[in-house]
C-alpha cells in the first residue's frame, strides 16, 4: 500500500512536469511501445502458449497484431485528436470564443483480465498514452506468464513515473483501488466491475466498466446458413469460448434449426479437426476452477456435439447444447468457454422480449438478409454493440466505439473513442473586453455599454 502510494506521487509530479502532454513525447512512447513489443514477440507468444495453450497464430492475430493495428492508428491520429475545438457561440454570447480542449486526467489505473491477456492489458494501456496520461497497469494474476513479460517489456521501455506494472492478484487490486487515481479503466466480470466502481466512487473517480454477460446469437430463416454457422463456430470456439463477446447462445430459427446444427458440426470440424481435444493450436481453460464450472454445463442427453473433456490438460472440446431452456443453469451467468447452448423459436418478436428480460447483453449477433428484421432487432434491444451477420468482428475495427450498456459495462475504448475515453472535455469560453452587454446585470439599462 505505502509502495503503491509513492508510486502514484511519483506519477503525479511526473504528469505536473507536463512532459506527457506534448505530442512528439506522445509518439515517442508509442513508437517505443511498438518497438518494445516487436523485441519481445517471440516470448510472448511463449507466454501465452504456457498460460492458456494459445496458438502462435491466434496470440498474433488476437493479441499482438490488434494491438500494432491500435498504435499506428492513434500515432495517425492524436495530431488531429488533440486539437483544440472549436465550437459555436450563442447570440447570447456574442463577442466570445468557446474552444474544447481535451486534456489527460492524470494518473490513471488499467486493470486487466486473463482471457486475452496481453491485449485486454495493452490497448487500453496505448488509449491512455495517446491522451497523454501516466498509467498503473494490473494485469491478471491468472495468466502469470504473460504478466511477467508484461512487466519486464514496459519496465525496460518507460520509467515507472510514466508507466508501470503492478502484478498481483486480488488483495493487490484492492489496494490499488484505495488509491485515488484520476481514471480507472477494468476489464472483468459484472460482479467485480460492481466492486471497482464502489471504491472509485469513494475518491470520485471516473470509471470505465468493460464487463461481460450472456451475448445472444439470432439466427433467422432468411440466413445464409453456411456462413452463420462457419462465422458463429469461428467466434464462439476461439481462444476455447473465452472471449467477453463470444456468442454465449444461440436462437436458430425452428425451420433452419436442423440444417444450421448439420452446417455447425461441419464448421467446428474444419476449424478443428475430428478430434478437437487432441489438437495442439486448440486454446485450453484457464484453470481447474473455471474447468470445473463448465464442465457442470454439460449432462449427456443434452449434448448435440462434442462433449469430451480432458481434465489433466484442462481441455473442453467445442460442444453443443440443445433442449435447453432458460431454466438449466448454462443460461443462469455467461458461460465463457467452449459450449455452445442452441434453443429455436418461431418469431423474432418472441426472442426480443426474452432477451429484454435479462441483463443487457455486451453482444448480440444477428443472422438476416432482412432489413426490416436488422432494423427491429437493432432498435428493440438495448446491449453494447455487435454485428450483423458475423460475430465478434466488429470489436477489431478502430473505427468502432467498443462498450458495454447496463450490466455489460459503461463507457467505450478502440481508436477515437480510446482517446475521448482517457481524455477530459475542458470548455473554455474566451470573453471580449472591447464591450459589455448589460443583459446579465441587475439594474442596468438594456444596450451595449463601452467601458
Ligand atoms: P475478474 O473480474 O475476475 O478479474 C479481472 C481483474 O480484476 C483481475 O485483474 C483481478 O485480479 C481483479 N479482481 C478480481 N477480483 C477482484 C476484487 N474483488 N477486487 C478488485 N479486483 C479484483 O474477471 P476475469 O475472470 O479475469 O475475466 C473474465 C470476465 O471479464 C468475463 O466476465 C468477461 O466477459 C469479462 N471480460 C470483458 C471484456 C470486455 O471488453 N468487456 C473483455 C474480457 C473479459
Given at each position: 500500500m505505502e509502495d503503491f502510494q509513492s508510486l502514484f506521487a511519483k506519477q503525479k509530479q511526473f504528469f505536473y512536469s507536463n512532459k506527457t502532454k506534448s505530442i512528439s513525447f506522445r509518439i515517442q512512447a508509442l513508437e517505443k511501445l511498438k518497438a518494445a513489443i516487436k523485441k519481445y514477440e517471440s516470448k510472448l507468444i511463449d507466454a501465452l502458449k504456457a498460460d492458456l495453450n494459445k496458438s502462435a497464430f491466434d496470440t498474433y492475430t488476437t493479441e499482438i497484431g490488434i494491438v500494432y493495428k491500435e498504435i499506428s492508428f492513434m500515432k495517425d491520429h492524436i495530431k488531429q485528436w488533440r486539437k483544440p475545438e472549436k465550437v459555436q457561440t450563442p447570440l447570447t454570447h456574442i463577442g466570445t470564443k468557446s474552444i474544447i480542449y481535451a486534456e489527460p486526467y492524470g494518473s490513471t489505473l488499467v486493470i486487466a483480465p486473463w482471457n486475452y491477456p496481453f491485449q485486454l492489458a495493452v490497448a487500453p494501456?496505448?488509449?491512455?498514452?495517446a491522451a497523454g496520461n501516466c498509467v498503473v497497469l494490473k494485469p491478471s494474476e491468472l495468466t502469470p506468464t504473460t504478466s511477467d513479460v508484461l512487466r519486464q517489456l514496459v519496465s525496460e521501455t518507460f520509467s515507472?513515473?510514466?508507466?508501470?506494472?503492478?502484478?498481483?492478484?486480488?488483495e493487490t487490486s484492492q489496494a490499488l483501488l484505495e488509491i485515488p487515481f484520476d481514471y480507472i479503466f477494468f476489464t472483468g466480470s459484472t460482479s467485480v466491475g460492481r466492486i471497482v466502481m464502489e471504491q472509485a466512487a469513494k475518491h470520485l473517480t471516473p470509471v470505465t466498466l468493460e464487463l461481460g454477460g450472456k451475448s445472444p446469437c439470432i439466427v433467422d430463416e432468411d440466413a445464409h446458413v453456411k456462413l452463420a454457422a462457419k462465422r458463429i463456430a469461428w467466434g464462439k470456439f476461439t481462444n476455447a469460448g473465452q472471449t467477453c463477446v463470444a456468442p454465449d447462445?444461440?436462437?436458430?430459427?425452428?425451420?433452419?434449426?436442423k440444417e444450421f446444427?448439420?452446417?455447425l458440426k461441419r464448421a467446428i470440424?474444419?476449424?478443428?479437426?475430428?478430434?478437437?481435444?487432441q489438437n495442439t493450436n486448440y486454446t485450453h481453460i484457464v484453470?481447474?476452477?473455471?474447468?470445473?464450472r463448465l464442465r457442470s454445463f454439460l449432462d449427456r442427453d443434452n449434448i448435440a456435439y462434442g462433449g469430451e473433456v480432458d481434465s489433466v490438460s484442462l481441455v473442453i472440446e467445442p460442444t453443443v447444447l440443445t433442449g435447453i431452456n432458460w431454466d438449466d443453469k448454462v443460461m443462469e451467468d455467461e458461460i465463457f468457454g467452449p459450449i455452445l447452448p442452441v434453443l429455436d423459436f418461431d418469431d423474432v418478436d418472441e426472442i426480443i422480449h426474452v432477451i429484454n428480460s435479462h441483463p443487457k447483453p455486451l453482444a448480440l449477433?444477428?443472422?438476416s438478409e432482412n432489413s426490416d428484421v436488422q432494423q427491429q432487432v437493432i432498435s428493440s434491444i438495448s446491449f453494447g454493440g455487435g454485428c450483423i451477420n458475423d460475430t465478434i468482428y466488429h470489436l477489431s475495427s478502430p473505427y468502432l466505439p467498443f462498450g458495454g450498456v447496463g450490466a455489460s459495462?459503461?463507457?467505450?475504448?478502440?481508436g477515437k473513442a480510446s482517446f475521448d475515453t482517457f481524455s477530459h472535455k475542458k470548455s473554455i469560453m474566451k470573453q471580449t473586453n472591447k464591450f459589455d452587454i448589460p443583459l446579465r446585470y441587475p439594474n442596468l439599462k438594456n444596450g451595449l455599454r463601452k467601458i
Open positions: 494501456m496505448i488509449g491512455a498514452i515507472e513515473e510514466y508507466v508501470s506494472v503492478v502484478e498481483g492478484a486480488v447462445y444461440v436462437y436458430v430459427n425452428r425451420r433452419i434449426k446444427l448439420e452446417e470440424t474444419d476449424l478443428y479437426g475430428e478430434n478437437p481435444i484453470n481447474d476452477k473455471h474447468f470445473n449477433y444477428l443472422f459495462g459503461m463507457g467505450a475504448y478502440h
